[in-house]
């Protein structure tokens, strides 16, 4: 990098271009390095270092160094108070010694050791934030010449550079800490919870995916937790370092919808005052999540359709075609087929986006992970409280199990922030827990299904609670059920219960 310093250029605007260097140059040490050579080599010095201060230890360590001996300085270390260096950290003013040898604060073990004569020395303070991060200073010129005032100030401009280069470097560490931070607090916060058979095969299914760019549609119950699979599918897969972005189809009329997904130009229509980023370019590289895709109204699923298809699309009130590479994610608990058949959904579009169909089971379908879950939020929320000794009584959990759970772990969720706030900080109880405890309806017992439909699941929840009573054991089941066990092995297969 060194080489691009023209000496015959005057020092302010050499000083000027290194400057310019400071936010382009990521590498601190590299730029350090320059900085420090540059300094020497326009103040015609025989020697130069840079030494930071450890607020650890109190000590003066090298940093960067020029000159014959700069291999050797690497294993000192100097005191605060120590020394020209030493004094300057701990003042925060500058020094210039004509005569080191005439000089009381002179610390001559180091040149001793590594065998370099030194008569001047010039050290300036480096400083950050109102304190002394470290010093400059330059040894000597080459042609014996005594060091000016006029390289005193050129040396703290350098000084001063080499001060905004580490702080522009220390805020750069500090972002990628804060969002290595920020990227663990949210995977924790969206973690999917639960060990039961059909959550691992969601889990499973839902890896198998991550690293293509397939369209995926996930299928289930509101509250099931369908938003935390599809950023499961965006976090395991090589999209992960770029945006997923979350828009719910169902909370925007078609217009705002439109301009929502594909941004719009200023004046597209009323209100419309700036150019407005829609959420697709906003997510370029990474993932589009659709929530309640079953929503969408007839005429934006055409228009969605075809962005699909064509992967352009035009801002609301533009005509200059937009590309990105986007990956397409939706969700609904509708009744999506059925939809199709009755001609509420298209069903070229339930193609493209059914690529691949991940169905998140219902609480009520694997009751074994109520405990785990009812746990995981206990201790969430007992610490945001700080209640550390609280626990969930035989009762209460009791009451869980029996519970059907119709708003899912996004019910048992509020139910347990509720049964923590409101409780006697000891013990959960029953009472605390805002639920009844009978079974609001048989299964298939909703309305809006069809006869067909609430027979179909009637039949899925018969032969899943005999399933788990005799522990997959399906010639046990068929018998209790009193059917042939080849039938009972066609139903498993056709209400995919395979893994149960």
């Known amino acids: 990098m060194a080489d691009r310093v023209i000496f015959n250029e005057s020092p302010i605007a050499l000083l000027r271009e290194i400057s310019t260097w400071v936010s382009s140059i990521l590498d601190l040490d590299e730029l350090l390095e320059l900085i ?3 300094a020497t080599r326009m103040m015609n010095a025989k020697a130069s270092s840079l030494l930071l201060v450890d607020e ?10 020029t000159g014959e001996k700069k291999d050797e300085l690497g294993k000192f270390e100097i005191d605060l108070g120590t020394g020209i260096a030493g004094h300057v950290a701990q003042s925060g003013e500058p020094l210039l010694i004509p005569d080191v ?15 370099f004569e030194t008569h001047s020395i010039a050290c300036v303070p480096m400083k950050a934030n109102g304190r002394v991060i470290g010093v400059v200073e330059i040894v000597d010129k080459e042609d014996g010449s005594p060091i000016t005032d006029q390289d005193m100030n050129t040396l703290t401009s350098f000084a001063d550079l080499a001060s905004t280069a580490i702080a522009h470097a220390q805020k750069i560490e500090q972002f990628k800490k804060e969002n290595i931070d920020l990227k663990e607090e949210l995977a924790a916060k969206y973690q999917i919870i639960g060990e039961s058979s059909s959550l691992k095969k969601v889990v499973s299914d839902a890896l198998k995916v991550a690293n293509s760019k397939t369209s995926t549609l996930i299928l289930g119950e509101s509250g099931a937790g369908k938003e935390l699979l599809a950023r499961l599918i965006h976090r395991a897969g090589p999209r992960k370092s770029k945006p997923m972005i979350v828009i719910n189809c169902a909370a925007l009329p078609e217009t705002l919808l439109e301009a929502e997904l594909f941004g719009h130009e200023k004046g597209a229509f009323t209100g419309a005052l700036a150019t407005k980023v829609g959420k697709f370019e906003l997510a370029d590289g990474g993932t589009v999540f659709l929530d309640e895709i079953g929503e969408m109204s007839t005429g934006m699923q055409a228009k969605l359709l075809q962005v699909l298809q064509e992967g352009v699309f035009y801002r609301v009130g533009g005509n200059v075609p937009i590309t990105v590479d986007v990956r397409v994610i939706s969700a609904t608990n509708r009744n999506i087929e059925r939809d199709v058949k009755e001609g509420r959904f298209r069903e070229d579009l339930f ?27 206990l201790n969430l929320f007992k610490e945001e409280k700080g209640v550390k000794e609280l626990r969930i ?7 869980m199990m029996e519970y059907d759970w119709p708003g899912n772990v996004r019910e048992l969720r509020n139910a347990m922030e509720r049964a923590v706030v409101m409780g006697n900080e000891r ?3 029953p009472e605390d827990l805002p639920i009844s405890g009978e ?17 179909d699941r009637f039949k899925r ?5 005999n399933l788990r009573h005799t522990g997959g054991n399906r010639s046990k089941a068929a018998k209790i059920m009193d059917i042939q066990r080849t039938y009972l092995s066609r139903l498993i297969t056709k209400y995919n219960l395979e893994d149960i």
Do not use: C
């Not at 005439?102 to 050791?113: A, G, K, L, P, T």
């Not at 379908?365 to 939020?377: H, M, Q, S, T, V």
């Not at 079974?439 to 027979?455: C, S």
């Open 36 to 38: 420090i050579d540059t």
């Open 56 to 65: 650890k230890t109190k000590k003066l360590y090298f940093k960067v160094a």
């Open 101 to 115: 040898n005439r000089d009381r604060r002179w610390y001559r073990e180091i040149s001793e050791s590594i065998g």
């Open 351 to 377: 193609y493209r986006l059914n690529v691949v169909q991940i169905h998140m089971p219902a609480l009520r379908e694997r009751k074994e992970d109520i405990p785990i879950l009812a746990n995981y939020f």
């Open 393 to 399: 009584s035989e009762a209460a959990m009791r009451k």
């Open 427 to 429: 013990e959960i109880l």
């Open 439 to 455: 079974r609001l309806g048989q299964p298939g017992m909703e309305v809006g299904l069809t006869l067909k439909e609430a027979i």
């Open 461 to 465: 929840e018969f032969i899943l609670l």
